[in-house]
T-cell receptor, first 117, second 115 residues
Framework: GAGVSQSPRYKVAKRGQDVALRCDPI?????LFWYQQALGQGPEFLTY????????KSGLPSDRFFAERPEGSVSTLKIQRTQQEDSAVYLC???????????????FGNGTRLTVT | AQKITQTQPGMFVQEKEAVTLDCTYD???????LFWYKQPSSGEMIFLIY??????QNATEGRYSLNFQKARKSANLVISASQLGDSAMYFC????????????FGTGTRLQVFP
């Protein structure tokens, strides 16, 4: 497809389980971002990739969160030992250039809604 | 530190009328960009309009226009001729030159268009 694709669309995990969320950006897009959106809030930055390089992971809330983009295209966000406070929508976005988010519209996927019980 | 503020949690507008959604921002950077995104109930964030800090003219995209008042640090979104399909959450966002990795968002305004 032409847009950013995320899977799964919904994920329910028991507390303590590991989860992996997948993002397939628009083909050829250099920049890839992960955001976390809590209910009723705006998205909050988690991490940024330029091709395969993770240039910024300052938004990851704890060392249980890990993201990778090994070949510069598909990215995976992994959350280990999930906690209830991890329940949120996880949004992936990509943009064509390598200038990050500066003055370049991001194209978002539909998100993965994670519920930790 | 950079900050985006949207003070209207919810707005109502009648179909075919215009509506203004407020956004103020705070940054010490001279070079920055302002964006508006629409988020329908499906969850996807849809880019609507962009304004650069050095752009002298207000941005327009179809029925969307951005009322940019730099001295007041405001970037309000104006939607003309509202349609039922405009009902959604609207987020104001900002990027800036000294940290190009990030786009920060406000808390959003829920717009409801009624017939």
């Amino acid at each position: 497809g032409a847009g950013v694709s995320q899977s799964p669309r919904y994920k329910v995990a028991k507390r303590g389980q590991d989860v992996a969320l997948r993002c397939d950006p628009i083909s050829g897009h250099v920049s890839l971002f992960w955001y976390q959106q809590a209910l009723g809030q705006g998205p909050e930055f988690l991490t940024y990739f330029q091709n395969e390089a993770q240039l910024d992971k300052s938004g990851l809330p704890s060392d249980r969160f890990f993201a990778e983009r090994p070949e510069g295209s598909v990215s995976t966000l992994k959350i280990q030992r999930t906690q209830q406070e991890d329940s949120a929508v996880y949004l992936c976005a990509s943009s064509l250039g390598g200038q990050g988010a500066y003055n370049s519209p991001l194209h978002f996927g539909n998100g993965t809604r994670l519920t930790v019980t | 530190a950079q900050k985006i503020t949207q003070t209207q949690p919810g707005m109502f507008v009648q179909e075919k009328e215009a509506v203004t959604l407020d956004c103020t921002y705070d940054t010490s950077d001279q070079s920055y960009g302002l964006f508006w995104y629409k988020q329908p109930s499906s969850g996807e964030m849809i880019f609507l309009i962009y304004q650069g800090s050095y752009d002298e003219q207000n941005a327009t995209e179809g029925r969307y226009s951005l009322n940019f008042q730099k001295a007041r640090k405001s970037a309000n979104l104006v939607i003309s001729a509202s349609q039922l399909g405009d009902s959604a959450m609207y987020f104001c966002a900002m990027s800036w030159w000294s940290d190009t990795d990030k786009l920060i968002f406000g808390t959003g305004t829920r717009l409801q268009v009624f017939p």
